[in-house]
């Protein structure tokens, strides 16, 4: 049988010095990959989701700052695109880890600036692994899994968090599938998580994103695995808006509802899920299908593009470094110090 390449959507051509993007925008039309040789231009195809999710942005952002590096930005120019980086998005604080992660050697030869932004793409992927080792045993034996937006391999180095749950599930013979919400309004559902998993030959159905309650009372979903922007230090998690919607409605089915991420996820200094920047994106994106206008023009639209899922509603916290249950606050200050 010949096994797959494994799914990798931010790469560095090392002879040419280009950050390789695989365009989330034009999936699952196209496969098209894009080569980019600036800071800014990483920072605005982060701003228009061509890359995203929480890891896979982190990881673009430290290629970006390495390529500059690499064809000879000063001092001045790099501390500027470190900048835009950390700013491009506000809500998942990888980008900011990595950004700080790489600000810290921006001082030294551009190789070494170069291998840091290597290590932090190996190690995701490490941790995405890890978490699928330890979240697989959670996943109850045949069961449909739900699942809302794309945590998988394209958010991430590579495997997924939320997907790679599901991948090692897979993989250690447990006979699961997935219920993938579509995930208005970009559809990284219908478009993301349903292409990765489908490529990967993993069953996976799709649903619009108002479809969950009555599968759950209906007694057709399992459990919910889903990924994470940011993790407050109360175990309050920030995902992709609809995630919330989806906590209530499992803890009122009696469903257990996991959270798989890295420990970059993980923010210490805020303090609850309040504390959260919420981004809020352009109405355009809502108003919007597919280039087609479906709401009457003058109509108003609102996009918070992620919410926040108190630490109350969240059975487990799937992290590389083990797994938290209630009290999260314990669980992770107790996992801070480990390593
Ligand atoms: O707006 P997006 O597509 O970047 O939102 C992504 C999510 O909400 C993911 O669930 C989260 O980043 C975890 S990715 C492993």
Known sequence: MTVREPLRPVLYDDARDLVRLLDQKALPAEERWLELSTADAVAAAIKDLTVRGAPAIGVAAAYALAVEARR???????????????????????LAWAVRRMSAR?????????AEAHAIRDEDEAACRRIGALGAPLVPARARVLTHCNAGALAT????????????????????????????????????????LHRDGIPVTLLTDGMAGWLMARGEIGCVVVGADRIAANGDVANKIGTYALAVLAAHHRLPFYVAAPWSTVDLAT???????????????????????????GVPARYPAFDVTPAALVTAIVTERGVV????????????STR
Request: glycine share 10%.
């Open 106 to 114: 921006l001082g030294a030869p551009a190789a070494d600036v170069l």
């Open 325 to 336: 249950r209630a009290p999260h606050a314990a669980g992770l200050a107790a996992l801070a």
């Open 271 to 297: 303090p609850t899920g309040a504390d959260i920047p919420i981004e809020e994106r352009g109405a355009d994106e809502v108003v919007m299908l597919a280039g087609q206008r479906i709401a009457p023009v």
């Open 72 to 94: 000879g930005a000063g001092p001045e120019r790099l501390r500027a695109a470190a900048d835009l980086l950390a700013r491009a998005r506000p809500t998942a604080v990888n």
């Open 157 to 196: 180095a590579g495997y997924g968090t939320a997907l790679g749950v599901v991948r090692a599930a897979v993989e250690s013979g447990n006979a699961i599938s997935v219920f993938a919400d579509e995930t208005r309004p970009f559809l990284q559902g219908a478009r993301l998580t349903a292409w990765e």
